[in-house]
Nanobody, 120 residues
Framework: QVQLVESGGGLVQPGGSLRLSCAAS????????VSWYSQAPGKERLLIAR????????TYPDSVKGRFTISRDNAKNEVYLQMNNLKPEDTAVYFC?????????????WGQGTRVTVSS
């Protein structure tokens, strides 16, 4: 059974840190580009971070650059998002996406999300 399971969310004070994990099962995440998205209540899902299959290339929007770091451990079939200096506007549900790029069209898997609340 193919699954992506996020964990690590919770309540944190502004300026605090959290580390989110995305555990893949039923497929090899090493073949997939992996992204983290955030979705705040009533808002669209936004790309937060992306990492290439080898981990060499990472991409971040300006809103999180310098604060968030995406990484992967292909041996463990996991991807991580280290979030530092969290702000109230980072409050959202965070989703993990794994995408296989192929000639016949992409294959996408999504996790169920983990909630992050930044509040004092």
């Amino acid at each position: 059974q193919v699954q992506l399971v996020e964990s690590g969310g919770g309540l944190v004070q502004p300026g605090g840190s959290l580390r989110l994990s995305c555990a893949a099962s039923g497929f090899l995440v090493s073949n997939y580009h992996v992204s983290w998205y955030s979705q705040a209540p009533g808002k669209e899902r936004l790309l937060i971070a992306r990492i290439s299959t080898t981990g060499v290339t990472t991409t971040y929007p300006d809103s999180v650059k310098g604060r968030f770091t995406i990484s992967r451990d292909n041996a463990k079939n996991e991807v991580y998002l280290q979030m530092n200096n969290l702000k109230p506007e980072d409050t959202a549900v965070y989703f993990c996406n794994a995408r296989l790029v192929r000639a016949s069209g992409p294959v996408d898997y999504w996790g169920q999300g983990t909630r992050v609340t930044v509040s004092s």
